[in-house]
């Protein structure tokens, strides 16, 4: 029309639709799957905000998200009574990507030559799944407690237009304008399917026309069952919709590595269902990673997205829903914070994580591995932020060792004790900045001939980390670069103090005159067990700062 106002898109967007259309056309179905999810927040949105302004639901209480199509015009309609978008909303919803550092990551994919399609959904991209099917897409759209309506539309060709319509009522409605080709979308029984598979877990309904001798009538029925997922009994939910669910809550367009669905009653009554991804989103680790967190739900109603408090920062990859009977209704996120329910509600949800990271590592040990590979980093924070939790923790803790000598081949702790020397007493690490220093390391020699296992860490985090971890199983950690080794440390492979005074008298003669001409500059030379083949090395005193972490506190500027 005369009064549409022409925009083109932020420029990434044109660029991140274009890889979606691309990457995702083998799997168009999901389209579907993406415009139904949005629907869902949509209404899950209006709910929240209509507990402080019930005004917001007008004369129309309903919620629910319709289907349907039309043959002769080739177009398919998704149609939500949810919050609705504002012109504004529009403009900023569907023309620009939230996520910072999307550019970035897109150059990296594209010198790859790979669009991967399972890291296409974390950009906040769904709704752009639509152009997979469609040359032309239409929203119209009216925001709850406004009376006034706007189109956007676009062809998905870096630019859109916005123009006033005259939508009767609240919420959002997409017409996609299918391409050529895709007419297997204009027949009731495969988007009822469709919604069968993708889309069964959502909690309102998705309601499609009744068709009569073939033909779609006026009248809707609803395709779904209605209830939202974790509200059902476990037996009676499929991997599938799990998964499915997956999707919906973490924007993540691949499958979850495990989760784990509980209900408790008692002192708190609570619902969790709580997933593991497969992997790590291309930005994780960022503070302003928006998606952090839990879905928090109140007696099912949507509360808000990222509750951050519910789970220890440590735990921050945990993607899924907690659904609270006893919260209030109009809890903030000021509230949340202070509060001593959620407080409990935390340390419980921290047990059910630790619990289901258990589980996986004792029943699949490579799918935990892949998680290890993801998330063992953050995980390794929880040593100093919850030092209750820190034996079971560490327990889960993943070490390249000595034992295989191999970057990749990790041990557990209990692994570690399996292999201890006859005397041993000491669980041995080292650690240096980087694999090769730790792997080559001088230090290593007269424990490598002694058969003593040492962990070699050479991650950045991990000395800090290792430092919150006094013992494990009643043995101490041990830094080995630290002061001098012995039985503890060696086993009984390792000189006893007699054999070691009878040495270092032998050698009294060579190490006085080095200790005479270092000077100052040691504090002590002695005779060590740490080496068989180096004639000396350079180690710290016992309660020495590691050197590692001296780097890293120079470099910070200390
Ligand atoms: P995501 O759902 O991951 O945020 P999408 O690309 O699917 O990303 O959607 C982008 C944004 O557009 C949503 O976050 C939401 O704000 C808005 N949006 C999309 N569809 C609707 C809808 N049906 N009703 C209201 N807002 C919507
Ligand atoms: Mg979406």
Redesign the pocket.
Known sequence: TTDAQSFEFQSDVQQVLRLVVHSLYSNKNIFLR?LV???S??CDKLRFEALKAPELYGDQPELRIDLSFDKDARTLTVA?S????SRQ?LID??GTI?RSGTRQFLEALGEAQKADAQLIGQF?????AAFIVADRVTVT?RRAGSDESFTWESSGDGRFTLAPASQAER??T?VLHLKEGEDEFLDGWTLRSLVRTYSDHIGFPIRMPVEKDGQPTAEFEPVNQAAALWTRPKAEISDEEYQAFYKHVS?DFGDALAWSHNRVEGNQNFTSLLFIPARAPFDFGFERDARKGLKLYIKRVFIMDAAEDMLPNYLRFVRGVVDSDDLPLNVSREILQGSRQVEKLRSALTRRVLDLLEKTARDEPEKYADFWRAFGAVLKEGLAEDPSNSARIAKLLRFASTHSGERDTLVSLDDYLTRMKPGQETINYLSADGWNAVRHSPQLEGLAAHGVEVLLLHERIDEWAIGYLAEYEGRKLRNVAKGALGRAELGEGGAGTEQQEAIAKAAEGVVGKLAASLGERVSEVRVSQRLTDSPACLVMGEHDMGLHMQRLLKAAGH
């Open positions: 993406e999810s949005n629907a927040d949509a939500d949810g919050i609705g978008m909303e919803n569907l939230a906040g991209v769904g709704f752009y759209s919420g959002t997409i924007h």
